[in-house]
């Protein structure tokens, strides 16, 4: 019984511990993040496949044609011999094999097309990832930013409740009267909303993000960290440009597209020209005068004539092709130009904004609710100077939250642009 006793409570010890270690479960940094959307996104591992399905359509392609197996037959009598019905007596078998000779390297082509469709759905894929990456990007910056504005609501009702605690002091000394202590515990109202509005904007955040990974995690076990801050080192527009040139997926798609236009319309041209059948076969007639010729070995070539069906509407429609393709390629160079360049004022912008934040803006608001929360106490301010030294106070630190929010998000426009992470 004491042995059962003590297995019982060694069972609830390690449940109870490994409870602990669930609710205190380590933040993810954003490369664990970005790792699990690779390994765990079910869009992303779905699409994966269809590079698989191109490579195996690379083995059909390189398919050599098969082989025909004949058997006829010969001498079967269809009347009677001398009174006698014996119609097996005289059948010759006769087998034959024949096989399709493919000029112009078409299989070679073929195997060619497949290969550059899997080039195609490589990229295809790579640029999938490129969307989800920017999706989580996006949802990893927006939690980021939430859990700042929500660390801030919690800040700006910590030490607005201490204020609340002088001013009832204060009254309770009889410096302030009544009406000043009820506007400013009705001011709390605000506080307690921001609070509430920032933890739901958390938790909407995380949703987004426990969907791109595919996780089931509940929202209080799950977290993320990372520097929600400004990197002013911006290279110049023509740099990213070239790195997206040589990076994005979908222009590397654009391209192959018309590599494997050329191909289609060379096999295209290819599929134009005749193939020969070559056949053989063997028989055994003892009916011939020829003593020697009753083991016989025959061959026979068979050339189509192609006078009406050259495959003239796939050669035009491959050519066709090949000029769509080209202009699909410019527009795609165009639009990565117009990424670049729209994704870069994007980030020149909140850069410039969020400068003087830093060096100027951010100081000057705690100074001022500072200088005159001490003023208020004494005497030296109104109960509206203080209101308004603090809503102005709480508007500068927003405005900050929500510009390095803004800043982030066009860093991840830039990302997205370029093709890779250029800014972190």
Not at 78 to 83: I, L, Q, S
Request: hydrophobic share 40%; proline share 3%; charged share 25%.
């Amino acid at each position: 019984m004491q042995r059962f006793i003590r297995c019982v409570c060694l069972m609830l010890v390690l449940a109870a511990g490994s409870c602990g270690i669930a609710k205190a479960q380590r933040a993810l940094t954003w490369d664990e993040v970005k790792a699990r959307l690779e390994s765990d996104n079910p869009t992303l591992l779905a699409d994966k496949l269809n590079i698989d399905e191109s490579k195996a359509q690379e083995i059909t392609a390189f398919l050599r044609p098969n082989p025909n197996v004949g058997l006829s037959t010969d001498g079967i009598q269809v009347a009677p011999y001398k009174g006698h019905w014996l119609p097996l007596t005289g059948t010759q078998l006769v087998p034959s094999i024949n096989y399709l000779y493919e000029r112009q390297h078409k299989r070679e082509l073929r195997l060619e097309s497949a290969k550059n469709g899997t080039l195609i759905a490589e990229s295809s894929h790579a640029d999938l990832g490129r969307t989800l990456l920017f999706n989580l990007r996006s949802a990893f910056v927006s939690t980021l930013q939430a859990k700042a504005v929500l660390q801030l609501a919690k800040d700006n009702i910590a030490y607005y409740d201490h204020v609340l605690d002088i001013s009832r002091d204060r009254f309770q000394a009889g410096d302030i009267a009544q009406i000043d202590l009820d506007r400013l515990e009705l001011q709390r109202v605000q506080y307690e909303s921001d609070v509430q509005t920032a933890e739901v904007n958390l938790r909407t955040a995380k949703i987004q993000l426990l969907t791109l990974l595919n996780d089931r995690t509940p929202i209080e076990q799950f977290d993320v960290a990372g520097p929600f801050d400004l990197n002013d080192q911006l290279l110049p527009r023509d740099e990213f440009r070239k790195i997206a040139l040589d990076t994005r997926p979908d222009l590397k798609a654009a391209i192959e597209a018309v590599d494997k236009a050329q191909t289609d319309h060379n096999l295209a041209v290819a599929n134009g020209s005749t193939d020969p059948t070559f056949g053989t076969w063997y028989s055994y007639n003892p009916a011939f005068n020829n003593v020697w010729g009753r083991y016989t070995l025959g061959a026979s070539v068979s050339i189509p004539l192609r006078i009406f069906d050259r495959n003239q509407g796939e050669k035009l429609r491959t050519q066709l092709d090949i000029d769509r393709n080209e202009k699909l390629l410019e527009a795609a160079r165009a639009q990565v130009f117009s990424d670049v360049d729209s994704a870069y004022a994007m980030v020149n912008s909140n850069v410039i904004l969020l400068q003087p934040y830093k060096t100027k803006y951010l100081k000057q608001a705690v100074r001022v609710r500072e200088t005159v929360f001490f003023a208020y106490q004494h005497g030296g301010a109104s109960l509206l100077d203080f209101l308004n030294a603090q809503s102005d106070y709480r508007t500068v630190e927003l405005s900050y939250l929500n510009l390095i929010g803004s800043y982030l998000m066009a860093a991840s426009q830039m990302n997205l642009a370029v093709g890779r992470e250029v800014i972190q």
